[in-house]
């Protein structure tokens, strides 16, 4: 069983390229997050959707896009991206709001 | 001042030792309260889930939630050094509209054999 799988786990991207994290989780949860998680400031939400085709905006936002066409899969997205972008992301998923999330593996991202 | 807020560490203690972790938060209308577990370089996982105030015991892992004093605690009993991760409190508001779980920064722990 996959449960929540993140593509690509390691990635290296130039200041100002665009780039696509996936989340794919199988598990047929509704809700889904995006966090990144960077030292001493513990995991912050980016985005996170309560449904397919629904998003809204977390504590960190700016920078990043999301979308939730299909209820497994939740895209972040990063139009033009900047050092402050380094960071290990998580994906998350919860069959309700105040259920337990499943995270994914992380993906380390490098913005030089 | 963040919402959920949890002492960094880094904590050492030796194999056997009763482990005291703990946070504090600050919205009265958060009602779940969840521990989880990360070892380095992998995702969290969960490790305790309680509603409201209360105790809850699994094994050697103790929860404990103080809504009063809006203080929340894990203890580990016997500790291990396979217990050797770090250690996020977490919490959601009830209610429609709060879909966020809120993290602490999390508590490195060191269990030395």
């Known amino acids: 069983n996959a449960g929540v799988t993140q593509t690509p786990k390691f990635r290296v991207l130039k200041t100002g390229q665009s780039m696509t994290l996936l989340c794919a989780q199988d598990?047929?949860?509704?809700?889904m997050y995006w966090y990144r998680q960077d030292p001493g400031m513990g995991l912050r939400l980016i985005h996170y959707?309560?449904?397919?085709?629904?998003?809204a905006k977390g504590e960190v936002p700016d920078g990043y896009n999301v979308s939730r066409l299909k209820k497994q899969n939740f895209l972040l997205g990063l139009e033009s991206a900047a050092p402050s972008q380094t960071s290990v992301y998580f994906c998350?998923?919860?069959?309700?709001?105040?259920?337990?999330?499943?995270f994914g593996q992380g993906t380390r991202l490098t913005v030089v | 001042q963040k919402e959920v807020e949890q002492d960094p560490g880094p904590l050492s203690v030796p194999e056997g030792a009763i482990v005291s972790l703990n946070c504090t938060y600050s919205?009265?209308?958060?009602?779940?309260f969840m521990w989880y577990r990360q070892y380095s370089r992998k995702g969290p996982e969960l490790l305790m889930y309680?509603?409201?105030?209360g105790n809850k015991e699994d094994g050697r892992f103790t929860a404990q939630v103080d809504k009063s004093s809006k203080y929340i605690s894990l203890f580990i009993r016997d500790s291990q050094p396979s217990d050797s991760a770090t250690y996020l409190c977490?919490?959601?508001?009830?209610?429609?509209?709060?879909?966020?779980?809120?993290f602490g920064k999390g508590t490195k722990l060191s269990v030395i054999p």
């Open positions: 598990m047929n949860h509704e809700y």
């Open positions: 919205n009265s209308a958060f009602q779940y």
């Open positions: 309680t509603y409201s105030s």
């Open positions: 977490a919490t959601v508001a009830s209610g429609a509209g709060s879909y966020q779980l809120t």
């Open positions: 998350a998923s919860s069959y309700s709001g105040g259920g337990e999330a499943f």
């Open positions: 959707s309560v449904g397919e085709g629904t998003t």
